[in-house]
């Protein structure tokens, strides 16, 4: 039975969450490997739309079992106030297994996160604000307090209390806060602890005993391979390991356990928050594919910047994950243009490179160099299989898997779960 890691190919947003909710009650467990509440997965059932930030998009399948790997950061308020949030919408899902491992986000990592931006001025970064990289650093840092620190309220306030000394320092000294009680804290992360206690577990056995048993397990990646803290465009990335081999870590496994790796691309390029983006768009062209695509973004809101597909995004992404199959999303907002430029190259200060830059200066001098590939008129939502797609959009997809070195296994054509091409089967 296969194993499967789906991991966004450009800067996140590609529709991952719909890739992974639409695999369905084939998956029997889903496993979030990293990141926390700065993901924003976007599902839509019977044209309900569900927005899940940590919780895994497996959850809406109901035979799927889902798991908080040990590589995600939690916040505690957001597991339940998404939990509330569905329930009283009537949809009643069971609660995740949690990793014993998995960090917390606390109450300051979110205001430190929002001060070091402030900060940071015209460096900044443009997190989520969701405390994620001020948790991610305290972990690396070993001053993190993790879910199992729960169910110990005299090492939890130890804990507290170490990881609160620097920061407090900071806090009202550089920037001007208020100090944060440790002790007050401290009963504030243990008034969570009986309601997720029973479901806390050792989630990397769990995994690799249902691996054992054959279960089909999917590894859901948030954010994507060029926000990874590695891989990315740094600093202007997340502070975890978003790519395939993140799973390995996030949740426990070794790289022979996972039999596919899934690159989800969009079939246009967006990005949000700040760094370099070589096809972005500043003209009336962006704003067409902004409001086509419904380009905003899902978990602050923000207004997402939009460029063309950029292949050598696509194929460095499908190099370092050694993509099985790429799933190439919102095919359909591409419908009505006379000609789409896809950028094959990049020119940087007179240099033309066929790959992704080595240096970071020369990817924010890149300017992309385009091949000009046919529109189409059509509306293609309704296409259901490959040849059901105009001529035009069929040599679109053709010549973007050639670009990306990649097989193209599955299309978006809409946002519903239903709304899918697929060309070879995933599961
Ligand atoms: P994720 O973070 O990768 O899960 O993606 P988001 O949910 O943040 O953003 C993707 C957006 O595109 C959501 O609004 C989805 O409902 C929508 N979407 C996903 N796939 C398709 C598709 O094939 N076509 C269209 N038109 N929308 C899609
Ligand atoms: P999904 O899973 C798009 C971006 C932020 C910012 C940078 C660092 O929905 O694809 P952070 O809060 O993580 O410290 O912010 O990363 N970012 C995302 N962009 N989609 C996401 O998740 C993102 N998660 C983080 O905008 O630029
Ligand atoms: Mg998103």
């Not at 998956?27 to 930030?53: M, P, Q």
């Not at 202007?236 to 356990?257: E, H, K």
């Not at 003209?283 to 950029?310: K, Q, S």
């Not at 160099?369 to 959009?393: H, K, M, Q, V």
Request: glycine letters at 10%; one cysteine or more; charged letters at 25%.
């Amino acid at each position: 039975m296969p194993s499967i890691v789906v991991v966004g190919a450009q800067w996140g947003d590609e529709g991952k969450g719909k890739a992974t909710d639409s695999l369905g009650n084939r998956v029997d467990y889903c496993v979030r490997y990293s990141g926390g509440n700065n993901a924003g997965h976007t599902i839509v059932v019977d044209g309900e739309k569900f927005i899940l930030h940590l919780l895994p998009s497996g959850i809406l399948n109901l035979n799927t079992t889902t798991i908080i790997g040990n590589g995600v950061v939690i916040d505690l308020d957001v597991l339940y106030s998404e939990l509330n949030a569905l329930s009283s919408r009537g949809v009643e899902v069971p609660h995740p297994l949690i990793s014993a491992n998995a960090h917390v986000i606390a109450p300051y990592h979110q205001t430190i996160d929002k001060v070091t931006e402030r900060f940071l001025g015209k460096h900044r970064i443009g997190t989520t604000g969701r405390g994620v990289g001020p948790a991610y650093s305290d972990k690396v840092n070993r001053i993190g307090i993790r879910v199992q620190d729960l169910f110990d309220a005299s090492i939890l306030r130890q804990k507290v209390e170490a990881s609160l000394e620097q920061k407090n320092h900071l806090l009202v000294k550089i920037y001007n806060r208020r100090e944060v009680d440790p002790i007050q804290m401290t009963e504030l992360l243990l008034s969570h602890a009986d309601r997720i206690r029973p479901h806390v577990v050792d989630s990397a056995r769990v995994i690799n005993d249902a691996l054992d048993d054959g279960k089909v397990v999917l590894f859901e990646g948030a954010q994507a391979h060029h926000l990874d803290v590695d891989h990315g465009t740094y600093p202007y990335v997340t502070s975890s390991n978003p790519i395939a081999a993140g799973a390995c870590t996030g949740a426990g496994v070794g790289p022979t356990r996972i039999d596919r790796s899934v690159g989800i691309a969009k079939a246009y390029t967006t990005r949000v928050g700040e760094g370099p983006f070589p096809t972005e768009l500043f003209d009336a062209d962006g704003d067409r594919l902004r409001e086509t695509g419904a380009e905003y973004g899902a978990t602050t809101g923000r207004t997402r910047r939009c460029g063309w597909f950029d292949a050598l995004v696509v194929e460095q992404a499908c190099k370092v994950n050694a993509f099985t199959d790429l799933f190439l999303t919102k095919l359909d907002v591409l419908s009505g243009w006379d000609r789409i430029p896809v950028c094959v190259g990049y020119d940087v200060r007179g240099e033309r490179h066929d790959v992704m830059p080595m240096t970071q200066s020369e990817v924010h001098h890149a300017k992309p160099i385009y091949e000009y590939l046919a529109g189409w008129t059509e509306d293609i939502s309704s296409a259901r299989s490959f040849d059901d797609l105009p001529a035009n959009c069929q040599a679109y997809v053709k010549r973007l898997e050639v670009l990306s070195g990649c097989r193209i296994s599955g299309i978006g054509v809409g946002p519903g779960r239903e709304e899918s091409i697929v060309i070879n089967e995933l599961l």
